[in-house]
């Protein structure tokens, strides 16, 4: 984080068809053309399209914590997290795993590794924890990839089994250059950036590894090619 002089903008952003629970105050940063995880006992899993306006309260990756709601055809509305911490960094999480009615619950991102971990919920199908990937053979840990601007690993859930996050042509990734997560590529999306860059922050990380001047023409190329 040795480096302050440029100019750029970059998004994170890691569906449904009917109306979502409460929303949220900023809307999925998750690319329209891959939202979707997959279940072998659950089929496709929409992450981005909750809401309406479509995508208002899809699901959204922030800084340390996930917030939002994905849908799955077969088995419902699957919560990511009320976007709002009880310590306004992560979700509590009680050890051991968290039971009906727990409060503070969601799913929780290391910026120093990316991977994630805690659980979210689906009224139909229980917990889902999203560190069950570090458990698997060989281990493929739930986890964003800046570089790659995609989610990689797998989830699990008690009763439905492995959710996959990384297949390699269905999978849920972020639309590098939408910073502001509203669905349009606008000016205001590389001033957001820019913002963010200058002060430090991990999300404007564009290419992963660490600040430097290439995030913003990384960037840049990525918003004037469209995402």
């Known amino acids: 984080m040795n480096v302050r002089n440029a100019t750029a903008s970059f998004v994170c952003a890691v569906a ?48 340390t914590y996930l ?17 709002a911490p009880d310590n306004g960094v992560s979700y509590a999480n ?13 799913v929780n991102r290391d910026l120093s590794t990316g991977h994630l971990s805690g659980y979210a919920w689906g009224e139909n199908v229980g917990w889902i924890n999203f560190a069950g990937g570090a458990l698997a053979t060989p281990v493929q840990p739930a986890r964003i990839d800046n570089a790659a601007h995609r989610v990689r690993g797998y989830a699990w859930g008690e009763n439905i089994g492995w959710i996959n996050l990384d297949d390699a042509n269905v999978y849920v990734g972020t639309c590098a250059a939408d910073y502001n997560g509203n669905g349009t590529l606008e000016v205001a999306d590389i001033f957001a950036f820019l913002n963010g860059w200058f002060a430090g922050s991990p999300l404007a990380d564009f290419n992963g ?9 990384a960037f840049l190329n990525a918003w004037f090619a469209g995402c």
């Not at 009680?94 to 969601?106: A, I, L, R, S, Y």
């Not at 590894?209 to 023409?217: E, K, P, S």
């Open 16 to 63: 449904m068809s009917a109306a979502a629970p409460s929303a949220f105050a900023q809307s999925s940063n998750i690319a329209p053309a891959h939202k979707y995880a997959w279940g072998e006992n659950v089929g496709f899993i929409n992450c981005r399209d909750a809401g309406s306006p479509s995508a208002a309260q899809g699901v959204r990756i922030n800084a």
């Open 94 to 106: 009680p050890t051991g795993g968290p039971v009906v009615g727990t409060p503070d619950f969601g």
């Open 67 to 83: 917030q939002g709601f994905a849908w799955g055809e077969n088995i419902g509305w699957i919560n990511f997290g009320d976007g």
């Open 209 to 217: 590894g660490g600040l430097a001047v290439d995030d913003i023409f």
